[in-house]
């Protein structure tokens, strides 16, 4: 029988858990598809993280809607509203606020 050599056994738990740990991390810092109240917002995009943060800023009761008093918050969630609730039930829904075209910024920079 091989003696074991107690400095193998030390490297490879310390490579074991430098890999989990890596693991462990690099899960964290995915982009998630969820937004704050639970609703899963489609798309894994800077643009659909973006509106997950929108979602948990409007939906105010936390009720996984967002109703027209919430999206007036949103000038640009209040105008395409009528648009994005497509059973026309005057509430949206994840699925149909993932359809929110977020317009670019308008502001211009003023230089004197």
């Known amino acids: 029988m091989k ?21 462990e991390s690099q899960q964290q810092a995915a982009p998630s598809d969820q937004a704050p109240g639970g609703q899963i917002i489609p798309g ?3 643009s659909s993280a973006a509106k997950n943060f929108l979602w948990g800023q409007l939906d105010a009761n936390d ?9 007036a918050a949103d000038d640009g969630v209040a105008k395409q509203f009528r648009f994005l609730d497509n ?3 005057l509430k ?3 699925t149909e ?11 211009k920079d003023k230089k004197k």
């Open 97 to 107: 606020f993932s359809a929110y075209t977020m317009a670019p910024s308008t502001k």
């Open 3 to 23: 003696p074991i050599h107690l400095s193998g056994v030390l490297a490879l738990l310390l490579a074991v858990s430098a890999n989990a740990q890596t693991a």
């Open 63 to 71: 009720d996984d809607f967002l109703s027209p008093a919430e999206a």
């Open 87 to 89: 059973n026309k039930d």
């Open 92 to 94: 949206l829904d994840a």
């Open 44 to 46: 894994n995009t800077a």
